[in-house]
């Protein structure tokens, strides 16, 4: 199995406590324990969370050595991720109606903003880890920032599209993270966040004695109505959802899982027009109109 990411180097020491980052409140009840992380629930919005957690500049130094410096790793994550790259560049491209320009937050190999110069787009990437920010300059023409989202300064209003997969779960601060998403929006613009759900799974995982959400790289799970009243708070016209495509697993349990369950969800959502949640999919993206 490839090994995407460097694990060590994130000891329960030194944490931070936090509060609810989309009610503000303080009431929660613990419902696991990661690697030594407490993971709590919002008794007020239902948020899932680690309380207490590491801080930006402990998170920094991590992400920094996320990616293992080989050669092969660029091409093993396209094929992970390849295919939700595609979708969220359709989806993007469908919803604008033509060309415009993309920021993608956490873009990794540069894979995404390819796909998004491919459509017309002008892409811009925003990646803490120098190696895949390097990696990214050899195939996108547009600006790649090394670095954290919250220390880029970006103009406000200048993207027609904010794209982050795979990336909100991993940061200290969502709530400032989606504040700054709304702010670099263009009136009438887009984002699409693709984050997993894994709280539904916490029981079968704790029967199997698996991670319920690896933490410490994974500090936030939104459930849909958590993420809903996140967005229209921040001052998003309108937020929902879709399944999507399944990054392609590598662990036998998730890729049957991905196959089965989101087989199911995807089907729920076509009957229903996307008005009924099926909890147990492993990830959603979610989309926000500005
Ligand atoms: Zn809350």
Not at 241 to 264: H, M, N, Q, W, Y
Request: net charge positive; with cysteine.
């Amino acid at each position: 199995m490839t090994r995407f990411y460097n694990y060590l180097g994130l000891d329960a020491e030194n944490l931070t406590s936090v509060r609810c980052f989309v009610c503000r409140g303080t009431s929660t009840r613990p419902v696991g324990l990661d690697n030594g992380f407490q993971i709590v629930r919002c008794n007020e919005c239902s948020m899932v969370y680690v309380n207490p957690r590491p801080s930006p500049a402990q998170l920094r130094e991590f992400y920094e050595k996320y990616y293992e410096p080989e050669d092969i790793v660029p091409e093993a994550w396209e094929r992970e991720m390849g295919g939700v790259f595609e979708q969220h560049a359709d989806w993007v491209h469908e919803y604008a109606g033509k060309p415009g320009k993309v920021l993608d937050v956490g873009s990794s190999f540069g894979h995404f903003l390819r796909g998004m110069e491919q459509r017309g787009w002008s892409a811009v990437g925003i990646e803490p880890s120098s190696i895949a920010a390097e990696h990214s300059r050899r195939i996108v023409k547009g600006r790649i920032h090394t670095g954290g989202f919250e220390e880029i300064d970006l103009e406000p209003e200048s993207f027609d599209a904010v794209v982050s997969l795979y990336v909100v779960e991993h940061v200290h601060e969502p709530r400032e993270f989606m504040e700054k998403v709304f702010e670099v929006l263009k009136p009438g613009g887009q984002a699409i966040i693709r984050i997993p759900f894994t709280r539904p799974f916490f029981p079968v995982y704790r029967m199997l004695k698996r991670p319920l959400m690896f933490a410490p790289m994974h500090l936030n799970d939104f459930p849909p109505r958590a993420m809903r009243r996140l967005g229209l708070d921040l001052g998003f016209k309108r937020v929902d959802f879709r399944i999507g495509r399944p990054r392609k697993a590598s662990d036998t349990l998730e890729k049957v899982g991905a196959v089965v369950l989101g087989g199911v969800g995807r089907a729920i959502e076509g009957v229903t027009g996307g008005s009924r949640v099926f909890p147990y999919v492993g990830a959603l993206s979610y989309r926000l109109y500005k």
